[in-house]
């Protein structure tokens, strides 16, 4: 059974780093094509992708939060993590993180979520 | 603002047939596959068509996709009031290294 689940803070700073960890299980990043990617809902909006990993190593970013983003993977434990730096209180959302065979294929498995909030 | 274009509501009674429209570009919808996720109040996104017009085991064949060019549409006959939920579309696209893009989501009310 494949199963993903973040875990991270449920509330951070404004101007702080965010360091979200998605633990897996049911397979495992080194197998040819397989990929994790970080997607994010603000309440009551629509979904936003910001991040993929895939077994190879090569990474793909949102265009517009590139230079904030940072995702790494640790096959060993099964773990793909992201930081986002300099949070905001716009970054307040559900982040997802879920799994793909291949960088352009769907993401068939999805974790629960985990709510961050953005606040002093 | 989404780079996928979809209604914002969609609407319809039991055992109506409902369409969701996407629409994109060249570098998205138009050269790459498109994927719909049905999200329940509260719950996680879940895949309901992968590749255009396939279904995961499990979903049931009242769900349908297709694209046509720079468009892609789901359809859902015979609906039921379970199928109220939020309904995205997304597609890889090629433009600017690469990247994953989503519509903005249609929240489907069934009356």
């Known amino acids: 059974q494949v199963t993903l689940r973040e875990s991270g803070p449920a509330l951070v700073k404004p101007t702080q780093t965010l360091t979200l960890t998605c633990t897996f299980s049911?397979?495992?990043?080194?197998?040819?094509?397989?990929?994790v990617s970080w997607i994010r809902q603000p309440p009551g909006k629509a979904l936003e992708w910001l991040a993929l990993i895939d077994w190879d190593d090569d990474k793909y970013y949102s265009t517009s939060l590139k230079t904030r983003l940072t995702i790494s993977k640790d096959t060993s434990k099964n773990q793909v993590v992201l930081t986002m730096t300099n949070m905001d209180p716009v970054d307040t959302a559900t982040y997802y993180c879920?799994?793909?065979?291949?960088?352009?294929?769907?993401?068939?498995?999805w974790g629960q979520g985990t709510m961050v909030t953005v606040s002093s | 603002q989404s780079v996928l274009t979809q209604p914002p509501s969609a609407s319809g009674t039991p055992g109506q047939r409902v369409t969701i429209s996407c629409s994109g570009s060249?570098?998205?919808?138009?050269?790459?596959?498109v994927y719909w996720y049905q999200q329940l109040p509260g719950t996680a996104p879940k895949l309901l068509i992968y590749?255009?017009?396939q279904r995961p085991s499990g979903v049931p064949d009242r769900f349908s996709g297709s694209k046509s060019g720079t468009s892609a549409s789901l359809a859902i006959s015979g609906l039921r009031s379970e199928d109220e939920a939020d309904y995205y579309c997304?597609?890889?696209?090629?433009?600017?290294?690469?990247?994953?893009?989503f519509g903005g989501g249609t929240k489907l009310t069934v009356l």
């Open positions: 997304a597609a890889w696209d090629d433009s600017l290294s690469g990247r994953w893009v």
């Open positions: 049911g397979f495992s990043l080194s197998t040819s094509g397989m990929c």
């Open positions: 060249s570098s998205n919808i138009g050269s790459n596959y």
């Open positions: 879920a799994r793909a065979f291949y960088k352009t294929d769907a993401f068939d498995i």
């Open positions: 590749r255009n017009n």
